[in-house]
């Protein structure tokens, strides 16, 4: 009888391990309705209400002269509906932030090609949509705008594109990316109590191509390159403090072998609460597989990867609506846009290879 009891105390053991292992993974990507417009790469997107809006990016397969887009999209997880233009020329690897019913939308970058004076140009500048009525605010004749350089003293640093943006405690937060050829580690919050910027810096590496979720109150910023080699930093930001977490090379053991596969550049990121509330990465250069992490445990834990009717993902959007997350546009490089088709992920629920295409 204690044998028994004693076998049977084991497989439990094996069973609650396996439990809390990283070797199933789980979750189903279903197809959803395609993104309308051109292809592009490095747009940027944010949530407001029901509802994700994505914009602007890059296509050199524009049979245009300007490669650099503007034009905005809302999707209801349903249809789609071109909502307009960004109110001045187009730019790729933009970012974005709302802060109650205004998105700021801005930095990135447009190369001489596409420029009227033939200078490549990087922008530090923020425009205001107001969600609402679905105009960018003017004062008078001029659009609306906030200007990062007129509140800090480098001007040229606050200049960016491939960077990240997000909304904590009602101030909007930009930065990371790469500035006329280097990589930065800044990060500027805009106040608008104020309407002032101010600067600080994540404590890991600077970054080009990282991507930032916010679970429980706290920003989790991580992956892109930092021009060498991708960044193995996770940092955390509660508002006030930066928190350097365990980086994604280190190995503790059997459970977390596979860490290793987690640094790329220029993935997306999603949360959802459909399944306990949880951040997720997905894509980027190098790689199809997705990654779900729980900020509790500070774990990873490997989701299914994207199916084969899926295709490479590099450089595209994603968000969350009820739950679900989302990722659309990229291509298969950050320089090649050749995707529009949109893809919905369910947490939480076996893969189902049926609805892939």
Known sequence: MKKVNFLCLIALGIFFSACDSDDDTWGDWE?????????????????????????????????????????????????????????????????????????????????????????????????????????????????????????????????????????????????????????????????????????????????VGAVVFVLDGKAIVCLGSNGRSNVTDVNIFDGTTWDKKRPLQDLDGSFNDDYGKIPRSYAMAFTSDRDGRKGYICGGVGTRTAWEYRLEKDRWYEVTEFPSAMMTRVAGVAFSLDGYGYVTVGGSSYTDANDNSTWKFIPGVDEDDQNDY
Request: charged share 25%; hydrophobic share 30%; with cysteine.
């Open 31 to 207: 197809k959803s309705n395609a993104f309308p417009g051109d292809y592009r790469v490095l747009a940027t997107s944010f949530e407001y209400g029901n509802a994700a809006y994505i914009g602007m990016g890059y296509n050199a397969g524009l049979s245009t002269q300007d490669k650099f887009l503007r034009n905005f999209y809302r999707f209801d997880g349903k249809d789609w509906k071109n909502i307009g233009n960004f109110p001045v020329e187009g730019r790729k690897g933009s970012v974005s932030f709302v802060i109650g019913d205004t998105a700021f939308v801005g930095a990135g970058f447009r190369d001489k090609s596409s420029s009227a004076d033939k200078k490549d140009h990087y922008y530090s500048d923020f425009y205001k949509l107001n969600l609402k009525t679905g105009e960018w605010i003017k004062n008078g004749d001029e659009y609306a705008k906030t200007d990062i350089s007129e509140f800090v003293e480098d001007t040229l640093a606050c200049r960016f594109w491939g960077g990240i943006g997000f909304t904590l405690n009602g101030k909007g937060y930009v930065g990371t990316g790469q500035v006329d050829g280097r990589v930065s580690k800044n990060i500027y919050e805009y106040d608008p109590a104020t309407g002032k910027w101010s600067e600080m810096a994540i404590k890991g590496d600077a970054c």
